[in-house]
C-alpha cells in the first residue's frame, strides 16, 4: 500500500487554476480592466489591443489612480477596496468589480505592468511589474495622473490555454464586444478602442447616449435609433406592466435597419452588462416578427431595485434569471413596444389588460 495520492497543490498552481475560472480569453482581461476603470470614475479610457489582446492589452484611465501601497495590495489575492464584508454584497453593489481578484489572477499567468498616480495632485507614480504571480520590481516612476494597466503575453505560462485561442480576429471581436458595451453604457466617459495601431471607435464622453451610439456603429445606424423612455408601473399612471423593473430607457433600431447576429442587443441592468433570455424575448415581442430570424439594434438601461437582483453571479456568465422571468419579459415587451408603436413602426395589438 502507498501513501495517499492526494496533495495539497502548491500557491502558484493554484492561482493558475483560478486564473482560468476568471480569465478565459483577452476579452474577459479587458473587461476586468475596463470596469476598474470605471469603478476609478475615470472619465477617459484607452483601450489598446495587439493581436487580438494576445500579445498585448493596455488601458489607460485618468480615474482616481493608486498609491504605492495600493499598488502593492491590488495585485494580491481578494485584496478589494470595494467592499469590507457580505452585508455590502446584501445590500447590493455599487461598483463593477469586488471580489478583488481580477489583477492577482491575470498576474498569474501573464507578465502585468501597472502605472498609477493618484489624481488631483495626491502624490508620485509607481510602477509594479508583476510576471507569473511574482512582483519582479517596484519603485517610483513619472507618469499622468490614473493608472495604466498592461497585460503581456497572456497564457504565456499556461501553455494549454494558450492553445485554445481562436485566430486573432476571433479574439479581437470579443475584446470589441466588451469595449463597446462598455462604451455604450458610459456616454460621459470617452472611451477609445485601437487594435493593431488602427483605431476602431472612439467616443467623446459628451454624455449623449445617441452620439455613443454614433461613435461606435456609424451613422446608418445612429439615425435609426428611436428613444424607449418607459416608467413606473401602469397601476400609478407610468408605462409598465406589473413586474420587478422600475424603468426601461435607451434606445432601439428601426425594424430595417437590423443584423443577422444577437450581438448587436446591448442590455444592462442596473448598469451591469448582462443577457436575459427573458429580455431578448421580450424585445423580439415588440418587433412582432417584423425581424424574422433577424435581430435590431438595442441599447437598453433596465433598473429594479438592488435587492430584486443578484449581482454576485459568476464573473464569466453573463447570462441572469430573474425571480420572475415573465414579469419581466412583458415589461420589456411594454417598453420597447411603446417606443415603436409612437413611430408607427409596429401595428398596435389587442389593448393589453
Ligand atoms: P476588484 O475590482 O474586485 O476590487 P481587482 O483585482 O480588479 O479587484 O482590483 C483590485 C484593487 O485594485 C481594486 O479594488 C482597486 O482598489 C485597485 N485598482 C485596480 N484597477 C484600478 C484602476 N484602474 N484605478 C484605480 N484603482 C484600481
Ligand atoms: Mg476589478
Given at each position: 500500500m502507498t501513501e495517499t495520492e492526494i496533495q495539497e497543490l502548491d500557491e502558484d498552481t493554484v492561482a493558475r487554476i483560478a486564473a482560468g475560472e476568471v480569465v478565459e480569453r483577452p476579452a474577459s482581461a479587458v473587461k476586468e480592466l475596463v470596469e476598474n476603470s470605471l469603478d476609478a470614475d475615470a472619465t477617459r479610457i484607452d483601450v489598446t489591443v495587439e493581436a487580438g489582446g494576445t500579445d498585448l492589452i493596455r488601458v489607460a484611465d485618468d480615474g482616481h489612480g493608486m498609491s504605492e501601497a495600493d499598488v502593492r495590495a491590488a495585485v494580491r489575492q481578494h485584496t478589494t477596496s470595494k467592499i469590507e464584508s457580505v452585508e455590502d454584497l446584501d445590500s447590493g453593489v455599487s461598483t463593477l468589480g469586488f471580489r478583488g481578484e481580477a489583477l492577482h489572477t491575470i498576474g498569474s499567468v501573464s507578465r502585468l505592468t501597472v502605472q498609477s498616480r493618484p489624481r488631483n495632485g495626491g502624490g508620485a507614480g509607481t510602477e509594479l511589474v508583476y510576471e507569473g504571480g511574482e512582483i519582479v520590481s517596484i519603485g517610483p516612476t513619472g507618469c499622468p495622473e490614473g493608472t495604466t494597466i498592461e497585460i503581456a503575453d497572456l497564457f504565456y505560462n499556461t501553455p494549454a490555454r494558450r492553445k485554445f485561442l481562436k485566430t486573432t480576429a476571433t479574439e479581437f471581436a470579443h475584446v470589441n464586444r466588451v469595449v463597446t458595451r462598455y462604451a455604450l453604457a458610459n456616454p460621459s466617459v470617452a472611451v477609445s478602442l485601437t487594435h493593431d495601431g488602427r483605431e476602431v471607435f472612439a467616443t467623446t464622453g459628451q454624455g449623449d447616449l445617441q452620439a455613443a451610439v454614433l461613435s461606435v456603429y456609424g451613422r446608418e445606424v445612429a439615425t435609426a435609433m428611436i428613444d424607449v423612455d418607459a416608467e413606473g408601473e401602469q397601476t400609478n399612471d407610468?408605462?409598465?406592466?406589473?413586474?420587478?423593473?422600475?424603468s426601461v430607457t435607451g434606445l432601439v433600431s428601426h425594424p430595417e435597419t437590423n443584423r443577422s447576429s444577437p450581438e448587436y442587443l446591448s442590455t444592462y441592468v442596473n448598469g451591469r452588462a448582462i443577457t436575459s433570455s427573458a429580455i431578448r424575448e421580450g424585445i423580439m415581442g415588440a418587433y412582432d416578427g417584423q425581424l424574422g430570424d433577424r435581430y435590431p439594434f438595442v441599447v437598453c438601461f433596465l433598473d429594479a431595485p438592488g435587492d430584486a437582483v443578484d449581482v454576485n453571479v459568476h464573473p464569466r456568465k453573463r447570462e441572469v434569471r430573474f425571480d420572475d422571468d415573465d414579469a419581466v419579459r412583458r415589461q420589456v415587451e411594454a417598453a420597447v413596444e411603446g417606443a415603436l408603436l409612437e413611430h408607427g413602426l409596429v401595428r398596435s395589438s389587442a389593448p393589453r389588460g
Open positions: 407610468g408605462d409598465l406592466p406589473p413586474g420587478p423593473l422600475e
